[in-house]
């Protein structure tokens, strides 16, 4: 891992580091050296108690770091798709009054582009197998469900789907609605949305953005060659 690792708590977020943070101006209370397992635990649950928005986890190497996170939760594995249509517009689902993207728990022996690929067909009603495209981001949330503290870590990919049949949501799932949504319209997703979705469509617009300037670099390079070539 060579980023930081945000665990969403609901509307808040515990920042796993191998940053010292010693350049950002940040309150120390809200930072938290690692020590052990136990120590560990401890801060966690002082942290949901509180009211803090926001708690920084520290230590040299992220990847024991986030080894020892894991263990502190029934931790669960998940992927999920960002799904287009040829004219742009991205699938949105509606799950228990929230906007969201299609995703779901691996099953056993399940790759993650399977798992993928198959919960967006199951909570959507896609008739035909979306092209996977390329992998856009992890995110990782925290939930309690039968007494258990799960952490669920999703896989998310950017998927294209051309079909046009009629999206059919998975009510049993709490779908309640599924639509194709335009791009230039997600801002009324993060609205009403889980924090770690408002991350992915960050990811996903900035992505798009750099699409974007690198189309126009290109053109105006194919501009100057044409300009040189007629002078």
């Excluded at 108690?49 to 986030?66: A, K």
């Amino acid at each position: 891992m060579d980023t930081d690792i945000k665990i969403f708590f609901n509307e808040r977020v515990v920042v796993l580091s191998d940053n010292d943070l010693g350049s950002y101006a940040i309150d120390r209370k809200h930072v938290y050296r690692f020590e052990n397992r136990n120590a560990l635990v401890r801060r966690i649950e002082k942290f949901e108690q509180s009211v803090d928005e926001r708690l920084y986890i520290i230590h040299s190497d992220l990847n024991e770091l986030f080894g020892h996170v894991k263990k502190c939760f029934k931790y669960v594995e998940a992927a999920g798709g960002f799904v287009m249509l040829p004219d742009g517009r991205a699938l949105i689902i509606k799950r228990l009054g929230k906007w969201d993207l299609p995703k779901g728990k691996a099953e056993k022996g399940e790759s993650p582009q399977d798992t993928a690929l198959r919960e967006v067909m199951e909570e959507c009603g896609l008739e035909k197998t979306p092209i996977i495209t390329g992998e856009l981001a992890h995110t990782w949330h925290t939930y309690y469900h039968d007494g258990k503290h799960i952490l669920k870590h999703t896989a998310w990919y950017e998927m294209m789907y051309d079909g046009n049949e009629r999206l059919k949501p998975q009510y049993d799932e709490d779908i309640t609605a599924a639509v194709w949504f335009p791009q230039n319209l997600l801002n009324v997703v993060m609205l009403n949305t889980y924090q770690s979705i408002k991350q992915l469509i960050h990811t996903i617009k900035n992505q798009n953005l750099k699409i974007e300037n690198q189309k126009l670099k290109i053109k105006n390079q194919i501009g100057n060659q044409k300009s040189k070539i007629k002078n």
